[in-house]
């Protein structure tokens, strides 16, 4: 379909078409609506270069952000000891939209795929173990989505876990089967998080 543009705008749709959840048809529908505003554009470009280099890990949860420290970790009226393992910034973002949890956060940024080559590496694993002590915390809950992949990384978890003397929770399963959670409606989310599943004691 793209053939037939311009070399620079069939590169643009190219690379839209690269994204994630973007097919072709998408991508030159940005890409068209992009072709006559150019100070979009550069404010876009401006931004996609920045990036890499601004946004960084937070060096306690590996949540997004732009100081060392995200404002979360930051926060010091947060419960120190009940941390809640997500997958994702995502997923993240959409608990604390709901103000259910008032503790911190750990993100794995992946799940457990050894095809892929993801590992308890990629997940920053013995992170979570360091700051398990670093913070004294005496609850973990594991909030992941009730995928294949989520289940699977959450039963590694715990049993990493197994020798911390720390209480493990899983969120419950009101949330369908291969579900993700930033789809799941709030009232949901609340009650699988305070009817959580008790999965190990101290």
Known sequence: MSGAYPYTLKKLIETFSLLPGLGEKSATRLSLFL???PELCETLG???KELPYRVKLCKFCRNL???EVCSICKNENRDP???CIVENPVNLSYIEETGIFNGYYFVLH???SPKDGIGPKELGLEHLTYLIKLRDIKEIIIALSPTLSGEATASYILEI???YPVKVSKIACGIPMGMEIQFVDPLTLKKAIFG???LKEK
Do not use: A, P, Q, T
Request: charged residues 40%; aromatic residues 10%; hydrophobic residues 50%.
């Open 110 to 112: 992946y799940l457990l």
């Open 81 to 83: 000891h009940i941390l």
């Open 161 to 163: 876990l197994k020798d």
């Open 35 to 37: 072709l006559f505003k």
């Open 46 to 48: 401006e931004l996609i």
């Open 196 to 198: 959580r599943e008790v």
């Open 65 to 67: 952000s732009e100081e």
